[in-house]
């Protein structure tokens, strides 16, 4: 029995391993200096790059950070400080989970009818609002974990000097708790950095430098969606040097709130 | 701050009227038959179940991709992951679970479209030149396993990439159920003379077993959401075949590869259709999965995950 479980581990890592390693292969070997200055190139052509799927990522992923992380702490806020213990906290509590589950496809089909339907065409707005409803329940519970972590005697250190209770949270807990939620904040933009379903009928793609807000914009992971089911090698290599810049992305998020949070008690609390 | 706490019940209500709405016209014209309705081909008396330019829509064959897909990832997933859970909390020497630990994170954060482009460049030819033609030859009697697609593509493709996907999720979320089963009770058990597996079996996995099955439906509704990387493998047919080896599709691809070039008002309304029935059910399943794993975990400290 202990032979299957390590069995088990062995046939799950073996994967794992495989994908990351194959991924960081072929991206790397891929990777050069035009991906990130090139659009790409015609049809036909080698060469080209992503720059415009760059910068279209970044264009949505800021409408969507304007849009979830101040609604998220706002939440995470309330749900660790204000609300703590109600019932009405933990009914958002636990919307909020059940929301983090909901497919993304679903929030692009609900960005579609908002924006989409109204304005009559696709746009960079669309795709901002559907990763922005992604990143509010994430930002909101990790904020709220984050501030949870920051111990009491400070806020009662904060009262005991007479200071009102929204002053003490919001200039003694949330800033002791500031590095712990930022670092939420990127996991929510990682992670919604690589979605690709709530773009596909919102942000729709480009294969052009597009900076207008008003019209349909590159992403990384449309770009990658697309290139992976084109019959080209070269848009493979492409595809798979995309993937390789998002994965760094995520990497990097992952490792910050993983030291951030192991450091136990948050930086100047204890 | 209550406002932005409230904008989560907002945004939920928002997406279920918005969806209700743009739904109308299938809803009304079909009903709940959009379910499970089949249509005959006039031409050819087949049996015929999307057909967008004549407007007969019916979600029975996405339904079917959604569930045998689903369904073939959790077999494959979850005997595994239960079984890293007990090697990472009862067995695991300590250095290794800090990085195993980084890993299932770091794996569960990977972008769908990722997996999918591992997926079309490994595992699909992998899948058709190695492992499809031994299902064919060993189970191929049964009739789920037949070799008319040379291509590699379908159910069995959808599955096992399903299955690397929620692999961590559920493995995670077992180790964390698991860990909450206090100490005491996993000495008592070995001080009544059992081996150490007895005591997983009966200490640890009887007593964490509502919180496993709650990380298990939990991974199945990230299985039946899960768009990109199953739209690169599945196929994309709107059919139904007993053979797992058959294109198919799953609610969530249809939405994702036909709705942006939709060819009418009907088309869309019963995309979104499909779209609600998938909001409401994963709405559910997740529900049903945080009260179980809520009835094992409370009382402890929550971790970030």
Known sequence: MTGLAILATVIVIVPLIAIFGYLIYKGASSLNFAFFTKSPAPVGELGGGMANAILGSAIVLALASAIGVPIGIGGGIYLAEFGRGTKLAAAIRFTADVLNGVPSIVMGLAAYALIVVPMKHFSAYAGGVALGFMMIPTVCRT?????????????????GLGVPNWRSVLSITVKTASPGIITGCML???????????LVFTALGNQFWSTNLNQPIAALPLQIYVYALSPYDDWHRLAWAGSLVLIVLIVFAVSLVRYVTSRGVLKGAS | MLLC????FVIVGLIAFELVVRSQLTLHKFGFAFFYQVFTDPQTNLKLFWDPVNEQFSARPFIYGTLVSSFLALLLAVPLAIGVAVFLTEMCPRVLRGPLAFLTELLAAIPSVIYGLWAVFVLVPLLRDYVNPLLVKTLGWSGLFSDDNPTGLGYVAAGVILAIMILPIISSLTREVMSTVPHSQREAVLALGATRWE??????????????????????????????????????????HRSLLSNGSTMATVIANEYAEAVGDMHLSALTEIGLALFVVTIFVNALAQVLIWAVTRGTPSQVH
Do not use: C, H, Q, Y
């Open chain 1, 143 to 159: 904020s709220e974990e984050m501030l949870l972590m920051v111990p009491n005697a400070i806020r009662e250190a904060a009262l």
């Open chain 2, 5 to 8: 706490g409230l904008s989560i």
């Open chain 1, 188 to 198: 929510a933009f990682a992670r919604v950095a690589g979605e690709t379903a709530p």
């Open chain 2, 199 to 240: 005591m997983i079996r009966m200490g640890v996995l009887r007593n964490a077993r509502i919180g496993i099955v709650g990380s298990v439906i939990l991974g199945l509704g990230r299985a039946l959401g899960e768009t990109m990387a199953v739209a690169m493998v599945i196929g994309d047919a709107p059919e139904i």
